[in-house]
């Protein structure tokens, strides 16, 4: 209790020296048999950067996963591809489940996976192929490690997408991988880290057949390494291969254009890249304020009159390299919206730049509210892939103006004015003439 | 010497007349405060609570009204009903009862009586009640005959007082536009009767007044609005023009009419619509009928004759032609859809399924006429051949308002309510003539003519001798003075001699009031006085059990869901949503958007993929349905659900047809013979979701359908259950938040159960595979 109270506190203090600090309970559930200690680089980066680490067998039921409703863990990596069986609280409810309550996944699979995994990310839109089957192409492999079965890929990282990897990893040395493949569904939610190059395809690797021309998987729609954001944020990450983050993986000297000095493979920077993104320690946006205002008066209020000009600001932030920055985009569209949106504008970044101390870019729009009265939504909704997703609604209400708001006299009405003051002159002439009789 | 039956008090006029006159007003008071009584039946069996849906709302906007003060009520926007379109609740609303209650309720805090808002909303109807009483009072003596004005008065009053038809619609709690409208009507009928009297412009302007108040206070002013002119118009069609007339109504019309204007929800309707162009063209009318009697008192009569023919000719024909090219040319709005459904009872269930769905606008039942009525139905059209007989322009008024509100009534049960009062003045005027005839004590002369000399009698022979008499009286007179003198035509005097045939039809009438009084009691104790939030039923001992299913629900909403919550139910029930459990509601009893009721209804009807983007476009948080299956209650939305179709249908006929929740038989069935589409319309699904297993696999009987629901599991992919009240009644389903994995709701509910997605591969792979 204490404890937690102490980490509150320290996370208080955190933000408030606009730091990051990720949560950082992370649980490792492992297959049986699996030796740990092969991936000691994994856990030590791991460390270093913060987190605690636990580790927990796929058969053992203790400790249990839950406390009450909250969970022991903020992380999740699932190192057990061949497990077929797990305890009720790994089964793949309660994984969605934890999903769910926001807790980030790391599925780590490899050839030999079971059904388990292949139904579970078949849920995720993500088709693993047979057991057995590897990623295989016989012109990228690395000449160092590969047995013979051209399994052992050496994959660039140049057109990984941002931000999940970050642009120093993209420029660096390629990548060691070998393992499954899988088919990579249209989930828009879904995006393809990364996918193996054209000539590879997956097969069985010591299979003695040929392949045939109608492979499951083959070229660039072999896809390696997928990672999905959930509508609340949660992201899991697909790796179909154990031996990427291996210590032996890790500190293999690639060759880079053929001959010249090796180098350490990518793939150290490449988990690195993948845990911080899977991890919520890249690729955040944060919406740091929103404000509506009536440009009369400055006014913020719940209700607007038909036709007043209005502002909308919405300040949106960025995590980078551990600390918030102002997100640049110019693709930001506010929604006014009643059932449908009766306007859709471009949110512009103000022409100030953005000094040194400011974290956040600040967007707005300028409008006149519609000539319709009714209960109207400020609507952002900005989804990208890789970004945390931006929702953000804002009712206020739309309505005619007050009686006493209405213009007092319309020229227009001249004739009737005019109609009116005659007769009420007329019928005093008429009873003065009448009296005077 | 004049001889009596009886003998008469012999009073002296003066002290006859102070005894009458205190006599009356204690009578008077007497029936308002019975009026009031019998009005309390529902505090007393039940406790001071606001009564079915309306006045749910109209109890809201005052305590609005109470709490913001006049300008914020009247300029009021609610953003929590038809969310999301809102409503403009100042411009939408007769306020005159909110401000009439208001009122009262502020001078009481004036004279520092801390009462609440509440208290004065479920006593106001009754109160009314008790002014009802005395303004039906002065308008039956102004129809009143001779000495019996003021009888008429007291049994007009005494009927409005106590009849089931006015009941029904003011007891304490019924806190509704009716509850106040009746007495602003009567009130504006008499000072009208009194105008065209007079001829007076003051009268004329306290009519305008009245009007005024009406038309703030009920949409039914458009009775009014025709009334008066019809009354015009008919007395100048009589050749009864006078100059009082003239002045009485063009002063009532010229200040009604401005007056009107002023209530925002009214506006310009005075000049743009065709149910107002009656009083306008009569209006007009009596400006040319005003000036050609001018004329005729200035030229001679036969040219004026061809003058005014001809006159009249060209007038008729303009008049009609700028009406019928105004209408054409959309100046004028044609009569609006619930105005046809007056006169053609069957449009409305054509073209207008929202205006005929409700019940109250349906047409009357024959018995209802006699349950509201009772005696009166048989004394009204006696009374009305009485207004005949002597025909004063009072007695033509009472005349056109008998005839049109019984039309109004039989088309529309809601008009019963218009209907009533006139009937109580007919009703009085009847009764009152029996038992001035039947009291008075003088007999006849027998026919040996004699020139007697009037003493000095409460009522005076010639009065006596022009009252009706009746068979009996020339009965009585044949056995009572034996002189069978065979003179032809003088031989018989009308009227009556004995005591014995005064007493026998005075007991007959005096025991049908009491039979009357006995009625009216129980119609209000058993049939108006329930408050329809809270249901009654009597145990099998005979104890009270009350059910109290609404409140639960309506209270579990106020105190577990967030207060922007959105509840999508059926309109019925939207402004007892927004009263009790303070939460926006998508369509509500102000059914002034068709199309939205049309789109709930469309969601209900329809299957739940289709229901569900629907309910996402709304922000629907919560769906709440009404069902009666397990404890008989027949006013549920599966009985209303054909209406839902219906509505919807109106505006998607290519996605919901009333003809598919219907058997192959045409049966609307709910068991295992209903239609695929009902059984999968959210509706269905909604209503009976679990309710196979209340009764552990034995058969699942529906208690108002009379009908075993089949047990087989009903499946809610994108609805949860999130409350359903002790008996069942009401419903509430959460609408579940979209999947987290962007999947629908059926996948993803058969991933929660278990079920493994089967593998999607190709062609290819397969014959591999199998190869």
Known sequence: MLLARLAFAAVLAALAVADYLPSSRILVVSDDGLELSRYALFWSSLRERGYDIAFKSSKDAQPPLRDHDTLVFDHLILFAPSSKSFPPELSPQSLYSYVKQGANLLVVLSPDLSEFWRDFAREFDIDFDDRGHLAIDHFTYSPELDDGSHTTLLIPLADAPTPFISPATRAGPPLLYRGTAHAVGRLPLLTNILHAPSTAYSYEANGEDAPTEDLYLSGSTTGLVSALQAKNNARISFVGSLDLFSDAFASAPVSTSAGSASVRSGNTAFIADLTRWTFGESGLLRVEEIRHARTSDGATADLYRVGDELVYDIDVSALQDGSWHPYLADDLQLEFTMLDPHLRLPLTTSSAEPTSSTTASRFSARFHAPDRHGVFTFKVDYRRAGWSFIDEKTVVSITPPRHDQYERFITGALPYYGGAASVSVATIGFVVLWLLQ | MVNYAYQPPGYSAATSATMSAFLRTIILCLIAAAAMASREFAVVRFESIIHEFDPWFNFRATRVLAKDGFYEFWNWFDPTAWYPLGRVVGGTLYPGLMVTSGLIWKALHTLSIPVDIREVCVQLAPLFSGLTAFATYLFAREVGNGASKEATGLWAALFIGIAPGYISRSVAGSYDNEAIA????????????????????????????????????????????????????????????????????????????????????????????????????????????????????????????????????????????????????????????????????????????????????????????????????????????????????????????????????????????????????????????????????????????????????????????????????????????????????????????????????????????????????????????????????????????????????????????????????????????????????????????????????????????????????????????????????SGDDINKFLWMVRISEGIWPEEVSEQKYFTSRGEYKVDGDATETMKNSLMYKMSYYRFAELYGGGPAQDRVRQQIIPNTPIQLDTLEEAFTSENWIVRIYAVKKEDPLGRDHKSANAFANGKRKKRVKTAGKKKRSSA
């Open chain 2, 182 to 633: 009746i007495f602003i009507l009567m009130s504006t009928f008499y000072l009208w009767l009194k105008a065209v009297k007079t001829g007076s412009v003051a009268w004329g302007g306290v009519t305008a007044l009245f009007y005024f108040y009406m038309v703030a206070a009920w949409g039914g002013y458009a009775f009014i609005t025709n009334m008066l002119p019809l009354h015009v118009f008919v007395l100048l069609c009589m050749g009864r023009y006078t100059s009082r007339l003239y002045v009485a109504y063009s002063s009532f019309y010229a200040i009604g009419t401005l007056a009107s204007m002023q209530v925002p929800f009214v506006g310009f309707l005075p000049l743009l619509t065709s149910e107002h162009m009656s009083s306008l063209g009569v209006f007009g009318l009596l400006q040319i009928v005003a000036f050609v009697q001018l004329v005729r008192s200035h030229i001679p009569a036969k040219q004026f004759k061809v003058l005014l023919r001809a006159a009249l000719a060209v007038g008729a024909l303009l008049a009609f032609g700028a009406l019928w090219f105004m209408t054409k040319s959309g100046k004028i709005a044609p009569w609006t859809g619930r105005f046809y459904s007056l006169w053609d009872t069957g449009y409305a269930r054509i073209h207008l399924p929202l205006v005929s769905s409700v019940s109250e606008h349906q047409p009357t039942a024959w018995p209802s006429f006699y349950f509201d009525l009772q005696f009166l139905v048989y004394l009204f059209p006696a009374g009305v051949y009485i207004c005949f007989r002597e025909l004063r322009d009072e007695h033509v008024f009472v005349i056109i308002y008998s005839v049109l509100a019984s039309y109004f009534a039989g088309v529309m049960v809601r008009l019963m309510l218009t209907l009533t009062p006139v009937v109580c003045v007919s009703g009085a005027v009847a009764i009152s003539s029996i038992f001035e005839t039947y009291l008075d004590p003088v007999v006849p002369e027998p026919p040996t003519p004699v020139g007697a000399i009037v003493a000095d009698t409460p009522i005076s022979d010639a009065e006596a001798l022009s009252t009706p008499s009746s068979k009996k009286g020339k009965k009585a007179a044949s056995s009572g003075t034996s002189s069978p003198t065979p003179r032809k035509k003088r031989s018989f005097v009308p009227g009556i001699f004995g005591l014995d045939s005064r007493v026998a039809p005075l007991l007959a009438f005096t025991m049908m009031a009491g039979l009357f009084v006995l009625h009216c009691t129980w119609v209000t104790s058993t049939a108006y006085s329930s408050p329809s939030v809270v249901l009654a039923s009597r145990n099998q001992d005979g104890s009270q059990n009350i059910i109290d299913d609404f409140r639960e629900a309506y209270y579990w909403l106020r105190q577990n869901t967030k207060e922007d919550a959105k509840i999508m139910s059926w309109w019925d029930y939207g402004y007892q949503i927004a009263g009790f459990a303070d939460r926006t509601t998508l369509v509500d009893n102000n059914t002034w958007n068709n199309t939205h009721i049309a789109m709930v209804g469309k969601t209900m009807s329809v299957s739940e993929e289709v229901a569900y983007p629907i309910l996402r476009q709304h922000d629907v948080d919560y769906v709440l349905v009404i069902f009666g299956g397990l404890l008989g209650f």
